[in-house]
């Protein structure tokens, strides 16, 4: 039999309690990142109040999910730092 093929696990599958805790902060604190189509690629979009960035880089649509889901931990992480405690 062939081996099976180890697929590698996003960091917010690994992480699912403090992913949804991120997402959730997120929306309460008016943060949004979301997809912006651009040819065959996608840019993404993060929106802070009245702040929008665009990102430089585009990404594929299987980098996509991972990467925003990535936006969202990175921002909940700075905030903890921030604060000190999880909100």
Same mark, same amino acid.
């Given at each position: =039999?062939? #081996? &099976? #093929?180890?697929?590698? @696990?996003? &960091? !917010?599958?690994? *992480?699912?309690?403090?992913?949804?805790?991120? @997402?959730?902060?997120?929306?309460?604190?008016? %943060? &949004?990142?979301?997809?912006?189509?651009? +040819? /065959?690629?996608?840019?993404? =979009?993060?929106?802070? +109040?009245?702040?929008?960035? #665009?990102?430089?880089? /585009? !990404?594929?649509?299987?980098?996509? /999910? *991972?990467? %925003?889901?990535? @936006?969202?931990?990175? !921002?909940?992480?700075?905030? %903890? *730092?921030?604060? +000190?405690?999880?909100?």
């Amino acid at each position: =039999m062939p #081996k &099976r #093929k180890i697929k590698h @696990i996003p &960091r !917010y599958l690994q *992480e699912s309690k403090k992913a949804l805790k991120a @997402i959730s902060w997120a929306f309460r604190s008016d %943060l &949004r990142a979301y997809p912006v189509v651009s +040819g /065959t690629q996608y840019h993404i =979009m993060i929106e802070s +109040g009245l702040k929008r960035i #665009k990102s430089p880089q /585009t !990404y594929s649509k299987e980098e996509l /999910t *991972e990467k %925003l889901w990535d @936006i969202y931990l990175h !921002y909940y992480d700075k905030h %903890l *730092e921030k604060v +000190g405690y999880e909100s």
